[in-house]
């Protein structure tokens, strides 16, 4: 059955119809801009999908959760809680977001454990996955915040779109290039140090070498040399709800 999924961020929504580990349609939405009619056109566009929901905006999730549940399909609310066959090696499940224990049923479904998810939207977040399920983390800034603050806390540099770090000299012969080479090295570097990290403490646990996957919009920033060593799946977060609906419901 195609599910119709929503992982509410705090900055934007992202939707997609789901089957199995095909996303068939999706799209993108401002979290402010989930009101009723926004979601009531997605429901109305898709009437004969079921419906999964992950959020970290609880203001939003108590807009839209009884307009889902009144949709008359099968609705599920992913939460720490109702989550089925992902298990816990972490003292608080209730502080994990929910669009992370989406990301970890995912990777279960499309690599198995152990594996280790790199997130990169707002922030970069690490998750780790082992045989005992989700054992922590690792939250960290994301691309965009670097180039942000940079423009945002000095006189004279100027703002940067991260679309324009890709394909720079690593050493800057003007300050726009010095900026780049800064974000794009700086975080490439951040994110191979916090996965070596990761997986020299998996290894002295006993765990086999973890697969790594990649997730969000930011992970095109990455170095070609990294393309053989990890999984890139843009979409991990919507197969995750979509396995975790059919968990549910099975």
Request: charge should be negative.
């Amino acid at each position: 059955m195609a599910l119709l999924c929503f992982d509410v961020g705090n900055t934007h929504t992202h939707w997609g119809v789901v089957e199995g580990r095909h996303v068939l349609m999706q799209g993108e939405l401002p979290t402010q801009c989930l009101d009723t009619p926004a979601l009531q056109a997605l429901l109305d566009t898709h009437a004969n999908a079921g419906v999964a929901l992950a959020s970290v905006v609880p203001k939003v999730t108590a807009v839209i959760q009884p307009v889902l549940l009144s949709s008359g399909r099968p609705f599920y609310h992913l939460q720490h809680d109702t989550v089925r066959g992902l298990g816990f090696d972490y003292p608080k499940p209730a502080e994990v977001g929910q669009d992370r224990l989406a990301d970890c049923v995912g990777a279960q479904f499309v690599a198995g454990a152990p594996a280790v998810i790199i997130g990169m939207g707002t922030a970069t977040t690490v998750d780790i996955l082992t045989d005992r399920g989700y054992a922590g983390g690792i939250i960290a800034p994301g691309l965009g915040v670097m180039t942000q603050y940079l423009h945002e806390r000095t006189a004279l540099l100027p703002a940067l779109d991260p679309a324009s770090l890709l394909g720079g000299p690593a050493i800057g012969k003007s300050t726009i290039d010095a900026m780049r080479a800064g974000c794009a090295l700086g975080f490439a570097g951040m994110i191979g140090a916090l996965l070596d990290g990761v997986c020299a403490e998996l290894v002295r646990q006993g765990s086999p070498m973890p697969k790594v996957i990649v997730t969000g919009g930011a992970a095109v920033y990455l170095p070609a040399v990294w393309r053989d060593r990890v999984l890139h799946e843009p979409h991990l977060t919507l197969i995750g709800l979509a396995e975790a609906h059919r968990r549910h419901f099975a």
